[in-house]
């Protein structure tokens, strides 16, 4: 009878665990726009990405914590030279915090959030050697968004405001905004 009432114990332990802490993978498409100075234009061109994500959930606040890969592109134009395509990817990690506004019962929530965002771009490529960029490797980002749950999906979109200047020499400026629509699976 001790054996039957430590499982039963231990049965309601672990569904009330699974409802405070979520895992699971996310995947992500971004367009990411520049506001650049020195350029005559820019090009927004678009991204994946690929992430794991921990969720600890309270009543109707929640904090959300990912840490993955993804990849940046976008062009400038400058006259005289020509357009050049960047890609950029490398670490991406980020740190949200969030309160769930509209209840769907059993079925999911629809959520508001805003955090932060630190990518760590290790690999840099360029279509062509006109403009001639030194990257700083590290972009810090503040985002805001919203989301949707149902059942063991979450969908969001969220947009990426580039705090960083990611071109490192001191006669132009480079600022990533970046859409972001992940999907993400909770198995938990």
Known sequence: MKKFFLVAFLCICVNGFAQLIQVGPQFSTNITS???KNFSSDHTNTGIGFAAFARVNLTVFYAQGEF?????????FQDGRGETEFKLSGT???????????????????????????????????????????????????????????????????????????????????????TNLSLGFKFL
């Not at 993955?68 to 400038?76: C, D, H, M, P």
């Not at 290790?122 to 030194?134: H, K």
């Not at 919203?146 to 705090?163: K, M």
């Open 34 to 36: 520049v506001d650049a």
């Open 68 to 76: 993955g890969y993804a990849q940046t592109n976008f062009s400038v």
């Open 92 to 178: 991406d990690a980020t740190l949200i915090a969030g309160f769930k506004i509209l209840p769907l019962g059993k079925i999911g929530n629809v959520r508001v959030f805003a955090g932060y965002n630190w990518k760590n771009y290790s690999d840099i490529s360029s279509s062509n050697n006109l403009n001639s960029i030194g990257f700083e490797r590290n972009n810090h980002s503040v985002l805001g968004g919203v989301g949707v749950d149902v059942w063991r999906l979450t969908f969001d979109v969220r947009y990426l405001v580039g705090l960083t200047d990611i071109d490192a020499s001191s006669n132009s400026e480079i600022k990533t905004g970046v």
